[in-house]
Nanobody
């Protein structure tokens, strides 16, 4: 069973930065795509960012575009998201997700596309 372990959440003031990382316990497939989603209290889980296996393609939700950057290091089996200029509305539990892929450059933005999920890490942005 593939397990995804997130790290890097915490409390930060508005305008600050955090970096979240995600490491699969084993590869979800020979090649795999990764993404981050978030869920605020009382709200549905929303897409944040996704990255292809090659790392050459990425896709962002409009509300984080220009502030968040997703990246991956396949040699280290690690995916990260650098979050800058954080806003109170970014407060949520952030989840890492993974799926096996055949197309090295394809990204997936739907939560239903991902069979593997982490436990989540809390990000709280104070005003």
């Amino acid at each position: 069973q593939v397990q995804l372990v997130e790290s890097g959440g915490g409390l930060v003031q508005a305008g600050g930065s955090l970096r979240l990382s995600c490491a699969p316990s084993e590869r979800p497939g020979r090649t795999y795509g990764m993404a981050w989603f978030r869920q605020a209290p009382g709200k549905e889980r929303d897409f944040v960012a996704a990255i292809s296996w090659s790392g050459d393609s990425s896709y962002y939700a409009d509300y984080v575009k220009g502030r968040f950057t997703i990246s991956r290091d396949n040699a280290k089996n690690l995916v990260s998201v650098q979050m800058n200029r954080l806003k109170p509305e970014d407060t949520a539990v952030y989840y890492c997700a993974a799926r096996s892929v055949l197309n090295f450059d394809r990204v997936y933005g739907l939560a239903s596309s991902y069979p593997y999920w982490g436990q989540g890490t809390q990000v709280t942005v104070s005003s």
